[in-house]
């Protein structure tokens, strides 16, 4: 999804188009890590003073509920990052420096039968670890 179809979903879901929202939206759309809401309303704070965390938490609540980010925990911390709905993907996620790498996924591949009567709409699979740099740099043990 790009900004102008979200905004305009928004708009058609009845909330009101400012400009910090259009910039909150501006700065999810573009992460290309994983990002917590403090970094989110961080950043927000240099551009709106006055921005408060209840703002930031409302409207990643309404991105989540519209399937524009999903959220994952990392390092006992929420984190979100931007749904890919073209191509589903599963991550590898960097301890160390939160690299993420995505790798396409169709999990209708992998054979996993679910349960009788059950209507998958989602699935979110991440795999964590350390990236060549981090190893190297760390001297983190690799398998």
Do not use: W
Request: glycine fraction near 4%; hydrophobic fraction near 40%; include cysteine.
């Amino acid at each position: 999804m790009n900004r102008d179809e979200l905004l305009n979903e928004m708009l058609q879901q009845g909330f009101r188009i400012t400009e910090q929202r259009k910039a909150l939206v501006d700065l999810v759309l573009n992460y290309k890590r994983p990002f917590t809401a403090i970094e989110l309303y961080q950043e927000m704070a240099k551009t709106f003073r006055g921005v408060s965390y209840g703002t930031i938490y409302k409207n990643l609540k309404i991105f989540g509920a519209m399937r524009v980010i999903e959220t994952f925990a990392m390092a006992n911390e929420i984190r979100y990052r931007v749904i890919d709905r073209a191509q589903p993907r599963l991550h590898f996620i960097c301890m160390d420096c939160e690299k993420t790498i995505p790798v396409d996924f169709n999990p209708a591949q992998v054979q996993l039968a679910p349960p009788l009567r059950f209507h998958t709409v989602n699935y979110q699979l991440d795999v964590f670890g350390y990236c060549a740099d981090c190893s190297v740099a760390g001297n983190k043990k690799t398998r």
